[in-house]
């Protein structure tokens, strides 16, 4: 498990290179916020959460690219966490 010691940030994103044992690399300020590299290249930001049955999901808030960057995703696990 990846942990990036401060804020996921473009060029943390950019960086992050696609690892089949630890594909997600997750934030060190907001818990459950994290990055995922796919195997094509493509990185997606995501959640961690409990529902109200105390079960783990994961929810996908989008695509890191020209429509979505790290600070927007930021502020949307925010809002949802």
């Not at 990036?4 to 943390?12: E, Q």
């Not at 960086?15 to 630890?22: G, K, L, S, V």
């Amino acid at each position: 498990m990846s942990i990036h010691k401060g804020k996921i940030t473009k060029r943390a994103v950019d960086a992050w290179e696609y690892n089949p044992d630890d594909p997600i690399l997750w934030d060190g300020e907001l818990k459950g916020f994290g990055v995922k590299a796919n195997a094509d290249g493509s990185r997606s930001y995501l959640i961690n959460y409990r529902n109200k049955y105390n079960r783990r999901r994961r929810y996908t808030i989008g695509r890191h690219g020209e429509k979505l960057t790290a600070d927007q995703a930021r502020k949307q696990a925010d809002a949802l966490l």
